[in-house]
């Protein structure tokens, strides 16, 4: 079934209520001041629109017109050249794909612990949080080396990292003892009112926003 007529005029975002690559989609489309449409979706039970748009039933899923785009990755590439103001990744080569490789270690070894915390069992649970931990503690001197993540101004690196880091207190990973440049990053990103739009109302209540 092709796209309903009210999607075909409006950007529309298949996303769940709480997981961190639909977050990350919407902090970009906040940090563009993009205005979309969003369909909040039961991972356990997709609406029909989306089974039929997307082969794999996943979220993230973007819909603009006839197009159908699924995965964080290429919806947010596609989101950055599609609104370049404000620009979200370098101009240079080298410093672009020091993000992009950055962004896929945080899909590859952070995602999957922060959904083994939240789905998985007592002993998955555990296991995920104390490897989350050790990805913190290793990765602090990261965020000390610049004011965004590995980049002097705001990417698409701190969309896919600051979701993940408001939800360290839910997910009950504390703060490595010299974590404090992780907690000025969260709180420098989480003060802006982008991010404060690309919350849902469940992940507003996963903690307090910054004074």
């Not at 620009?87 to 672009?96: A, C, F, K, T």
């Not at 962004?103 to 959904?115: A, G, K, S, T, Y």
Request: charged share 25%.
């Amino acid at each position: 079934m092709a796209a309903s007529p009210r999607m075909r005029n409006a950007l529309t975002l298949f996303s769940s209520a709480d997981d961190v690559l639909c977050h990350r989609v919407r902090l970009v489309l906040a940090a563009k001041g993009v205005t979309y449409d969003l369909i909040t979706v039961d991972p356990k039970d997709p609406p029909e629109d989306l089974l039929d748009l997307n082969p794999y039933h996943s979220v993230p899923t973007l819909v603009e017109r006839d197009l159908v785009l699924y995965a964080a990755t290429v919806v947010t590439e596609y989101l950055d050249e599609r609104y370049p103001h404000p620009p979200l990744m370098p101009v240079d080569p080298l410093s672009r794909a020091r993000l992009r490789l950055a962004m896929l270690r945080l899909e590859h070894d952070w995602v999957p612990e922060v959904r083994a915390i939240q789905t998985g069992t007592k002993a998955q649970a555990d296991a995920a949080r104390k490897r989350l931990k050790e990805l913190l503690a290793t990765s602090v001197p990261l965020f000390k080396a610049y004011k965004f993540f590995l980049n002097p101004e705001m990417s698409l690196a701190d969309c896919a990292m600051a979701p993940i880091i408001w939800r360290l207190e839910a997910l009950g990973i504390p703060l490595p003892k010299d974590g404090k440049a992780i907690e000025d990053y969260g709180n420098r990103i989480f003060r802006n009112p982008g991010f404060t739009r690309s919350l849902t109302p469940q992940e507003r209540n996963l903690r307090e926003l910054p004074g």
